[in-house]
């Protein structure tokens, strides 16, 4: 096999380890304000906060570097509304008994249900897709490797962004989310993985109690 090109590594800035640890603890410390909003204002947020949040989620790690995803970021009314009429209509399903009752007894602490006016309230919406084939060239059609992990990855980027530049966030998943695929125009063999709405919020945005409930480090986690 031969060997491939390298680059140098492009050292971090030099930092002791008491500068690491506060930068780990202020990081941690803006991210855990980051709550799912339901109620946006349409205060217009600049396509250029959207271009760096998205270009922030393509730095992500992705199997063998095919980068796997595709943003269709969403600032018509029309293209907004269509998307609202679609995805309310699964949630109708979901919510009249799809969902089943252990799933809907888990959702009922956060008081959500089958209205999404945030769909259409919010100036942007970013719906993520997971591309099985493409690689880096996408017209080679080659088969992609890790996809939902790298996309996962990719989407966690995203909403760090978004929420590093002010912006409150959403992630909706309708369920089945097919429908996107026809209203962004891409490919059958897109996966659409979620939609991130993206705004400022609203006069009367709330936050539900059982939302600021979070499990421990030592539930999260284990040392060895």
């Known amino acids: 096999m031969q060997d491939p090109s390298t680059l140098p590594w492009q050292p971090y800035p030099p930092l002791s380890d008491e500068e690491r640890i506060v930068r780990a603890a202020a ?15 349409g205060t217009p947020v600049p396509r250029e906060v959207i271009e760096a949040a998205i270009r922030t989620a393509s730095t992500a790690p ?35 008994g799809r969902a089943g009752a252990e799933w809907l007894s888990a959702l009922s602490p956060l008081g959500t249900g ?3 006016p945030f769909l259409e309230a919010a100036p942007w919406l970013i719906v993520v897709f997971a591309q099985r084939r493409g690689g880096l060239d996408l017209a080679a059609r ?8 790298s996309v996962g990855i990719a989407c966690g980027l ?6 590093q530049a002010g ?25 659409p993985m979620m939609i991130v709405v993206a705004g400022h919020p609203g006069p009367g945005a709330a936050i539900p109690a059982h939302a600021l409930r979070k499990k421990s480090l030592e539930q999260i986690a284990s040392w060895l």
Not at 70 to 95: D, G, L, M, N, Q
Not at 171 to 190: A, E, G, I, K, V
């Open 142 to 149: 080659a088969q992609n490797y890790y996809v939902t992990e």
């Open 158 to 163: 995203l909403l760090a962004a978004l929420h």
């Open 27 to 41: 990081f941690h410390d803006g991210m855990a304000t980051r709550r799912s909003c339901r109620d946006f204002a």
């Open 167 to 191: 912006i409150a966030t959403l992630t909706h998943t309708p369920n089945p989310m097919r429908f996107l695929n026809r209203l962004c125009r891409r490919p059958s063999d897109d996966k």
């Open 114 to 116: 089958p209205d999404k």
């Open 62 to 96: 992705s199997g063998a570097n095919h980068q796997p995803w595709h943003f269709t970021a969403i600032e018509s009314p029309e293209a907004k509304a269509a998307i609202r009429v679609a995805a309310e209509e699964e949630e109708r399903a979901f919510y009249a």
